[in-house]
């Protein structure tokens, strides 16, 4: 080939690609890749639009036919609550689907009340109300023991306690935790934990905050501190929960919204732990998705979807102590 028919090639090369560069011309593996993510996107923005459809039906549906108030479940009170004031108490919310308390839950509660956080205890429960096992040596230590239908999930089981407690006998913070957290898994972590919480000047605080559909602290582990506490606003907040029928609803109605309610009544919110996920809004739960990340800046909880999660659950459940499995 002579130099002159190469350099031709190459003008033509050329051509062609400037020609390419004019018209709507893309390669087929380029153009399948691109569908993909079309598609992939367009799925995303389906289910988004079905869930934010699904979310406007249920809220219709409640406000025409309102649920029961928390306080309409059936309960039993185990350990009768004391009266005596206490700085600190703790509403912890356990499902209970059989008669034994979770180990981590026992945990939990042991490590509040040895850092002087008085604990009631709150079980949800399909079983029997009288079946549940409450060892004696945990509930010599109780605040109390509230045994209840499993109606309303945590918010509503946290609403039946208090309405049944004098508030005015909690003097500086209320707790509301859940079981949903796993841990704690390292003492001194939690430790220091509790002492961050008991330094933070806002009014609402929780552990982690999540960005969506909005800026909301997330509920498996909140704390009203003392102008919060002692507000109308509490009292008034926790007398309207209701049972509502379906997990979803009660993250909607209440924890979602919880954190701007507060905020539009002049309270201050803060997180513990700042947001780690720099991903998309659907992808933003820092429990969930930077699980790791959190571990790594000293919080000291796995939560239980992780553990049961098809892909990220083996390493987690390595993390736990065996009496959690």
């Known amino acids: ?165 004098d508030a005015t006998t909690i003097r500086r913070r209320l707790y509301l935790v859940n079981d949903s957290i796993i841990g704690p898994l390292d003492r001194a972590a939690y430790d220091a934990l509790i002492a961050r919480v008991r330094m933070a000047d806002a009014d609402l605080v929780g552990l982690t905050a999540n960005p969506d559909p909005q800026p909301h602290l997330q509920s498996f582990f909140l704390v009203f501190n003392e102008r919060l506490l002692h507000s109308p606003i509490c009292h008034g907040f926790f007398e309207r929960i209701v049972n509502m029928p379906e997990k979803q609803d009660v993250i909607d109605c209440y924890e979602v919204w919880l954190t701007s309610f507060l905020q539009q009544r002049g309270f201050r919110w803060t997180a513990i732990f700042p947001s780690l996920s720099k991903l998309t809004h659907h992808r933003r739960n820092d429990t969930v998705h930077a699980w790791r990340g959190l571990l790594e800046a000293g919080f000291p909880f796995i939560k239980s979807m992780v553990v049961r999660d098809p892909l990220e659950g083996a390493e987690a459940r390595a993390l736990l102590p065996d009496r959690y499995l």
């Open 1 to 165: 080939m002579s130099h002159e028919d190469d350099r031709s090639k190459r003008r033509l090369r050329k051509t062609r690609k400037r020609l390419l560069s004019l018209i709507p011309f893309m390669r087929r593996g380029r153009h399948e890749r691109i569908l993909a993510r079309m598609r992939r996107h367009f799925d995303s923005m389906q289910k988004y639009i079905d869930r934010e459809r699904d979310m406007k039906l249920r809220l219709a549906a409640l406000f025409l036919a309102p649920p029961p108030p928390a306080t309409s479940a059936s309960c039993t009170v185990r350990v009768p609550f004391k009266s005596t004031p206490t700085d600190e108490l703790c509403l912890f919310v356990t499902h209970a689907p059989s008669a034994a308390l979770k180990p981590h839950v026992v945990d939990h509660m042991n490590a509040l009340m040895d850092l002087g956080v008085a604990v009631v205890l709150i079980a949800n429960t399909d079983c029997e109300l009288t079946s549940l096992d409450v060892p004696p040596e945990l509930a010599v230590r109780l605040h109390g023991c509230l045994v209840r239908q499993n109606l309303g999930f945590d918010f509503a089981a946290w609403a039946h306690a208090y309405l049944q407690l």
